[in-house]
């Protein structure tokens, strides 16, 4: 069980737009710890993808765009390409009386129909 | 260009010990804070240990406090996770990876996100 939950799976046909969403709760986003994103293509390392909420990265291309409201945050891909179609998850900090530590969502499969 | 590349993953029967190594090049690794993070067949990623620059700060995951120990060499570029009393659980790609840095005009200081990974070595501990 992920401190942040992300749906397992979303798809969309190329050119659409698809958004991933990062649920947690007010010891970890709601708390004000910013949330990042990973890509991980198949059989490949995760690759930072939007860091500080909705910063992304030199060479990443603007389809990708992130935000966080409240206890949640969002992906957001936009114009869909067939090279989208990989796990996606979200990543932020929590802290609690049982300590602090680096969390992760449980991953997001996007399949591009 | 930033390469942070994993070797001494392997199987091992449960009970027993493996030493994974990070070799860096590309960046000044003695100013960067370091991470293992581990992913088990099919599953999401798993945040297991972390080093400051200078190993001053240590921090290890519930699931390995007590059996993994996380170390770096500044003068060889490199970090280690010296993983004990492997359990069937531990099965997964361990990544090694590098914390951000943010450096205002007097100071750095790590970020909590990874900018860079290695491509992962693979652990399995069976009988």
């Known amino acids: 069980q992920s401190v942040l939950t992300q749906p397992p799976s979303v798809s969309g046909a190329p050119g659409q737009r698809v958004t991933i969403s990062c649920t947690g709760s007010?010891?970890?986003?709601?708390?004000?710890?910013?949330v990042h994103w990973y890509q991980q293509l198949p059989g490949t390392a995760p690759k930072l993808l939007i860091y500080g909420n909705s910063n992304r990265p030199s060479g990443v291309p603007d389809r990708f765009s992130g935000s966080k409201s409240g206890t949640s945050a969002s992906l957001a891909i936009t114009g869909l390409q067939a090279e989208d179609e990989a796990d996606y998850y979200c990543?932020?900090?929590?802290?609690?009386?049982?300590?602090?530590?680096?969390?992760f969502g449980g991953g997001t499969k996007l399949t591009v129909l | 260009e930033v390469q942070l590349v994993e070797s001494g993953g392997g199987l091992v029967k449960p009970g027993g010990s493996l030493r994974l190594s990070c070799a860096a090049s590309?960046?000044?690794?003695?100013?960067?804070?370091m991470n293992w993070v581990r992913q088990a067949p099919g599953k999401g990623l798993e945040w297991v240990s972390s080093?400051?620059?200078?190993?001053?700060?240590?921090y290890y995951a519930d699931s390995v406090k007590g059996r993994f120990t996380i170390s770096r060499d500044n003068a060889k570029n490199s970090l280690y996770l010296q993983m004990n009393s492997l359990r069937a659980e531990d099965t997964a790609v361990y990544y090694c990876?590098?914390?951000?840095?943010?450096?205002?005009?007097?100071?750095?200081?790590?970020?909590?996100?990874?900018?860079?990974w290695g491509q992962g070595t693979l652990v399995t501990v069976s009988s």
């Open positions: 007010s010891s970890n986003i709601g708390a004000g710890y910013d």
């Open positions: 590309g960046f000044t690794f003695s100013s960067y804070s």
């Open positions: 990876a590098r914390a951000a840095r943010y450096c205002s005009s007097t100071s750095c200081y790590p970020e909590d996100y990874f900018d860079y």
């Open positions: 080093i400051s620059s200078s190993s001053s700060y240590i």
């Open positions: 990543q932020s900090y929590d802290s609690s009386l049982s300590g602090s530590r680096v969390v």
